[in-house]
């Protein structure tokens, strides 16, 4: 499976931005596609999941209420919508594919390329 993100760009803080990420093939249902971000320094995190089957979400706390991820099965795509953005959002964001809840960055087997979201004061 290859992964595509798409959507990133500079920012305002306040702002907001659309990333998507698109799947070369139809997923397995068991799966979870989350988003991951890396700063500058930092190691790579989690910011949201959703699986594939049934829609669940996962939030990282300092997210929840400003992001929202989705997904829409009949084309393979994740996105996810960053509303109220502040400069510590900015970083790599990457998509990624991996088992059923899991919010480990090693425990995704498959990665899109990543996408920089710099959100300025």
């Known amino acids: 499976v290859q992964l595509q993100a798409s959507g990133g760009g500079l920012v305002q803080a306040g702002n907001s931005l659309r990333l998507s990420c698109a799947a070369s093939e139809r997923t397995f249902s068991t799966y979870t596609m989350a988003w991951f971000r890396q700063a500058p320094g930092k190691d790579r995190e989690f910011v949201a999941g959703?699986?594939?089957?049934?829609?669940?979400?996962t939030y990282e706390d300092s997210v929840k209420g400003r992001f929202a991820i989705s997904r829409d099965n009949a084309k393979n795509t994740v996105d996810l919508q960053m509303n109220s953005l502040k400069p510590d959002d900015t970083a790599v964001y990457y998509c990624?594919?991996?088992?059923?809840?899991?919010?480990?960055?090693?425990?995704?087997?498959?990665w899109g390329q990543g996408t920089l979201v710099t959100v300025s004061s």
């Open positions: 990624a594919l991996g088992p059923r809840g899991r919010i480990v960055s090693t425990q995704y087997d498959y």
């Open positions: 959703i699986n594939w089957k049934d829609g669940t979400t």
